[in-house]
């Protein structure tokens, strides 16, 4: 409302002078003028024009302004906003009274200060009679459950809107926010508006002691009665080293149990090796005693859901020389039930391939035959006469790129798999071969491999259950006396292994090197001597390396499928926020690939919000039935997934485990900085909870705001400014009427 209403003029000592100077100045010619013309009427006009013009120039130069003052139509407000995210349940707040008593959890300290009669005496009139009207507000996010996040940035955004008299806001909070914009931002506006922000720390700055279990990557599915690894990682906050019992549990009751040594303020990373005995669905769950010293125990489990299932690997083995590598390798995929070998062998000194139990008289020559297979091997064999044909070649790559087929790449001494680089095979090498040796290198004195830092972290190349250990092990592995031409290794290629003595311009001679090419997996291996690696102790680390090759390399193909359908994905434990690549090969009735088709995965969350992927094929000319799609899940947890296709009727269904950690993280320390940051930017202050009663103190001594003024600049209005060019217009035509000009 207007309070009260007047005009004003900025009257300077030059201004004053200049304006009575002009107007008396133009009384004298005014009058001289109408002396000249004997008093004549129109001259009369004329002057009265000319004095008016002189006089509204004058009042100009004094800048009149025409003011009116408001008043605030409501009573000054206090806004108290109060954390409600999850990371207010952190137990950290120690009494300064009582260091010794337990913790108690940020949202109890300020529970007092969310109530309105710790406000009360803001609320009741003060010595000058003014009274605030206090409102108690919670704060989190926007989003779906909103105590998963804090948007602190949000909560002080475009409060003066919201409260026409707003005096100051109360913010009490862990200064833990994780969504939104940085929070200075919506603080600067609160300071051009004059409102000061008092922060109310809840929580400590420095982390308790503590051991939280913060990962468990368990993969999406094990084989019964086959070693799994479940990798886990522990971190502490601790001042010293603490040897602690972990324990891995099935839902069906099975348990692992070990002791660690967590090492001070770092983090444990390991692995169980559960050899599960069942085949179904079960969750694991992976947990720490609570230790002496330890604050909180609400982080020290966590969960993981994993599928056990029968194994049933078919390996495909295209050799063409009976070496002692193809023999050993081939001897002992046959003896493990849990693996379907067939072999190919062209062997250079027969008319025919060779046969027996589990061979084939001749390379698979139709689609579906080829794509059954889960891997691949191609020993010393290429493009040629009683060897593999261009078409051959065309359709292995079409299994690996679209049915995510696995690829082992072992030449030999004869130097054929070169002609592959003449075929479409040649992308799929991760490696160069010299075309000035392609029969390779001898060694007299059996040489070793080096295993490369990304080597000793492999799951192809874990000989033994510890990286040092497992060093140690291929250190002490017998030796090769051949190796591959290799020059150096392609961009987008993992070397696993090199020559431990020789090297090229390029470095170390690559030995053992892995790549992706599009849904499969490839593996070149540039010697064939690890049948030797069975002396002294048989199939020991000879089987158990190429038997993690082989399941390695079908791991995508076997997530989840069907006769008709199959899905596989990337990552294979994706996180919240991260994109998760779908891919589905689907099959006609008759078992041909389909090249065009209405394939959708359907995926429920675990708070049973439901999304539907469409997968295109790649394209039009796609043979190999390949669909893909896109999906970015924002839930931890399982999710539960069905595929359907709807020209074969076919429909599958699984589970994808969605991991990450919690934008809302329990028990990590307070976040004072941007606390402070906002209470500097708007002139507040930042104090404890314990210490919250000086805030009203202070809010007590803020002065009133000034009442509001709004200013008519009539000296800058256009109008003013087109009335007197109207009127300059005027003289002028009227001195051309008389005959003055």
């Given at each position: 409302?207007?309070?009260s209403?007047?005009?004003?003029?900025?009257?300077t000592?030059l201004m004053t002078v200049f304006g009575?100077?002009l107007?008396?100045a133009?009384?004298?010619?005014?009058?001289?003028a109408?002396?000249?013309?004997g008093?004549?009427?129109?001259?009369c006009?004329l002057?009265?024009?000319?004095?008016?013009?002189?006089?509204?120039v004058a009042?100009?130069?004094?800048q009149?302004?025409?003011?009116?003052?408001?008043l605030p139509?409501s009573?000054?407000t206090l806004l108290?906003l109060w954390?409600?995210?999850?990371?207010m349940t952190?137990?950290?707040v120690?009494?300064p009274?009582q260091p010794?008593a337990?913790?108690?959890s940020?949202?109890?300290a300020i529970?007092?200060?969310?109530?309105s009669?710790?406000?009360?005496?803001?609320?009741q009139?003060s010595q000058d009679?003014?009274?605030?009207?206090?409102?108690?507000e919670?704060?989190s996010?926007k989003?779906?459950?909103a105590?998963?996040?804090?948007?602190?940035?949000d909560?002080l955004?475009?409060?003066?809107q919201?409260y026409?008299?707003?005096?100051a806001?109360?913010?009490m909070s862990?200064?833990n926010?994780?969504?939104?914009?940085?929070p200075t931002?919506?603080a600067?506006e609160?300071?051009?508006?004059?409102?000061?922000v008092?922060?109310i720390?809840?929580?400590s700055e420095?982390?308790?002691?503590?051991l939280?279990v913060?990962?468990l990557?368990?993969?999406t599915?094990?084989?019964v009665d086959k070693?799994?690894r479940i990798?886990f990682?522990?971190?502490?906050?601790m001042?010293?080293e603490?040897p602690?019992?972990?324990?891995?549990?099935?839902?069906d009751?099975?348990r692992l149990?070990e002791?660690f040594?967590?090492?001070?303020?770092?983090?444990?990373q390991?692995?169980f090796?559960w050899?599960?005995?069942?085949v179904g669905e079960f969750?694991?769950e992976l947990?720490c005693?609570?230790v002496?010293d330890?604050?909180?125990?609400?982080n020290?489990?966590l969960k993981?859901p994993i599928?056990?299932?029968?194994?049933s690997l078919k390996v495909l083995?295209?050799e063409?020389?009976p070496?002692?590598e193809?023999?050993?390798?081939?001897?002992?995929?046959?003896?493990?039930?849990?693996?379907?070998?067939?072999?190919i062998?062209f062997h250079?000194?027969?008319?025919?391939?060779?046969?027996?139990?589990g061979?084939?008289k001749e390379f698979p020559?139709?689609?579906?035959?080829?794509?059954?297979y889960?891997?691949?091997?191609l020993?010393?064999?290429?493009?040629?006469?009683?060897?593999?044909?261009?078409?051959d070649?065309t359709r292995i790559?079409?299994?690996?790129?679209?049915?995510?087929?696995?690829?082992?790449l072992?030449?030999g001494?004869?130097?054929r798999?070169?002609s592959?680089?003449e075929?479409?095979?040649?992308p799929?090498?991760p490696?160069?071969?010299d075309?000035?040796q392609?029969?390779g290198?001898?060694?007299?004195?059996?040489?070793?491999?080096?295993?490369?830092e990304a080597?000793?972290?492999?799951l192809l190349?874990k000989l033994?259950?510890?990286?040092e250990?497992?060093d140690q092990v291929?250190?002490?592995?017998?030796g090769?006396?051949?190796?591959?031409p290799?020059?150096r290794?392609?961009v987008g290629?993992e070397v696993l292994a090199v020559?431990a003595t020789?090297?090229?311009?390029?470095g170390?001679?690559?030995?053992?090197?892995t790549?992706?090419f599009g849904?499969?997996k490839?593996?070149f291996?540039?010697?064939d001597g690890?049948w030797?690696?069975?002396?002294g102790v048989?199939?020991k680390?000879?089987?158990?390396?190429?038997g993690?090759?082989?399941?390695?390399m079908?791991?995508?193909?076997?997530m989840?499928?069907?006769?008709?359908?199959?899905?596989f994905y990337s990552p294979?434990?994706p996180?919240?926020g991260?994109?998760?690549t779908?891919?589905?090969?689907?099959?006609?009735?008759?078992?041909e690939?389909?090249?065009s088709?209405?394939?959708?995965?359907?995926?429920?969350?675990p708070?049973g919000?439901?999304n539907?992927?469409?997968?295109?094929a790649e394209?039009?000319e796609d043979q190999?039935g390949?669909f893909s799609?896109?999906f970015v899940p924002e839930?931890?947890g399982?999710?539960r997934?069905?595929?359907?296709c709807e020209?074969?009727?076919?429909?599958i269904q699984t589970s994808?485990?969605?991991?990450?950690?919690?934008?809302?993280?329990?028990g990590?320390?307070?976040?004072?900085?941007?606390?402070?940051?906002?209470?500097?930017v708007t002139?507040?202050e930042?104090?404890?909870?314990d210490k919250?009663?000086?805030?009203?103190?202070?809010?007590?001594?803020l002065?009133?705001p000034?009442?509001?003024?709004?200013r008519?600049r009539i000296?800058?209005?256009p109008v003013?400014a087109?009335?007197?060019?109207c009127?300059?217009?005027?003289?002028?035509?009227?001195?051309k009427l008389?005959?003055?000009i």
């Amino acid at each position: 409302m207007i309070d009260s209403q007047w005009f004003s003029v900025s009257l300077t000592p030059l201004m004053t002078v200049f304006g009575i100077a002009l107007v008396i100045a133009g009384a004298i010619v005014s009058g001289i003028a109408l002396k000249r013309t004997g008093f004549k009427r129109s001259q009369c006009v004329l002057e009265a024009l000319r004095f008016l013009l002189i006089c509204a120039v004058a009042l100009v130069a004094c800048q009149p302004e025409w003011l009116q003052q408001f008043l605030p139509k409501s009573e000054p407000t206090l806004l108290v906003l109060w954390d409600q995210s999850n990371s207010m349940t952190t137990e950290d707040v120690v009494s300064p009274d009582q260091p010794a008593a337990a913790a108690i959890s940020r949202s109890e300290a300020i529970a007092k200060l969310t109530q309105s009669d710790f406000w009360e005496p803001l609320s009741q009139a003060s010595q000058d009679g003014e009274r605030l009207n206090v409102v108690i507000e919670p704060f989190s996010s926007k989003l779906d459950d909103a105590r998963k996040g804090t948007d602190i940035n949000d909560a002080l955004s475009g409060l003066e809107q919201r409260y026409d008299n707003l005096r100051a806001v109360v913010l009490m909070s862990d200064g833990n926010w994780n969504v939104g914009g940085v929070p200075t931002e919506s603080a600067t506006e609160l300071r051009m508006k004059d409102v000061p922000v008092f922060a109310i720390q809840a929580g400590s700055e420095e982390a308790l002691p503590d051991l939280e279990v913060i990962s468990l990557d368990a993969p999406t599915f094990g084989v019964v009665d086959k070693p799994t690894r479940i990798p886990f990682s522990i971190n502490s906050t601790m001042a010293r080293e603490v040897p602690v019992s972990v324990s891995l549990t099935s839902s069906d009751g099975e348990r692992l149990q070990e002791t660690f040594t967590v090492p001070a303020n770092g983090t444990l990373q390991s692995a169980f090796v559960w050899r599960p005995k069942k085949v179904g669905e079960f969750e694991l769950e992976l947990k720490c005693p609570l230790v002496a010293d330890e604050r909180i125990e609400k982080n020290n489990s966590l969960k993981a859901p994993i599928s056990i299932r029968k194994e049933s690997l078919k390996v495909l083995i295209v050799e063409s020389f009976p070496r002692w590598e193809y023999r050993y390798l081939r001897n002992a995929l046959v003896r493990d039930p849990s693996v379907d070998v067939n072999s190919i062998l062209f062997h250079p000194s027969l008319k025919k391939v060779g046969g027996g139990k589990g061979y084939l008289k001749e390379f698979p020559g139709k689609d579906e035959d080829l794509l059954k297979y889960d891997v691949i091997l191609l020993g010393d064999v290429g493009v040629g006469k009683d060897q593999l044909s261009l078409e051959d070649c065309t359709r292995i790559k079409g299994v690996v790129e679209n049915q995510a087929t696995g690829l082992i790449l072992m030449p030999g001494f004869g130097g054929r798999q070169l002609s592959l680089f003449e075929s479409d095979l040649r992308p799929l090498f991760p490696i160069i071969f010299d075309t000035h040796q392609p029969k390779g290198w001898g060694n007299r004195v059996p040489a070793k491999f080096q295993l490369t830092e990304a080597g000793m972290g492999s799951l192809l190349t874990k000989l033994a259950d510890s990286v040092e250990a497992n060093d140690q092990v291929w250190r002490s592995l017998p030796g090769f006396q051949w190796y591959a031409p290799v020059l150096r290794t392609k961009v987008g290629s993992e070397v696993l292994a090199v020559h431990a003595t020789e090297s090229n311009d390029n470095g170390r001679i690559p030995l053992l090197v892995t790549k992706t090419f599009g849904a499969g997996k490839i593996l070149f291996m540039g010697t064939d001597g690890a049948w030797r690696w069975r002396e002294g102790v048989e199939d020991k680390y000879h089987y158990r390396f190429w038997g993690q090759v082989a399941r390695w390399m079908a791991y995508q193909r076997n997530m989840a499928g069907g006769d008709a359908l199959r899905l596989f994905y990337s990552p294979d434990r994706p996180k919240t926020g991260q994109t998760l690549t779908l891919n589905a090969n689907a099959m006609s009735v008759s078992g041909e690939p389909l090249q065009s088709g209405n394939v959708t995965v359907q995926i429920v969350a675990p708070s049973g919000n439901t999304n539907s992927v469409k997968l295109t094929a790649e394209s039009s000319e796609d043979q190999w039935g390949l669909f893909s799609g896109f999906f970015v899940p924002e839930e931890n947890g399982p999710h539960r997934v069905t595929v359907s296709c709807e020209e074969s009727g076919a429909q599958i269904q699984t589970s994808i485990s969605v991991q990450g950690l919690e934008r809302e993280q329990v028990g990590k320390p307070a976040e004072a900085t941007s606390l402070r940051e906002i209470a500097l930017v708007t002139r507040g202050e930042l104090v404890t909870a314990d210490k919250a009663a000086s805030v009203i103190d202070s809010i007590r001594k803020l002065k009133s705001p000034e009442a509001q003024v709004k200013r008519l600049r009539i000296w800058a209005s256009p109008v003013l400014a087109g009335v007197i060019l109207c009127l300059l217009s005027c003289f002028w035509i009227g001195r051309k009427l008389v005959g003055l000009i």
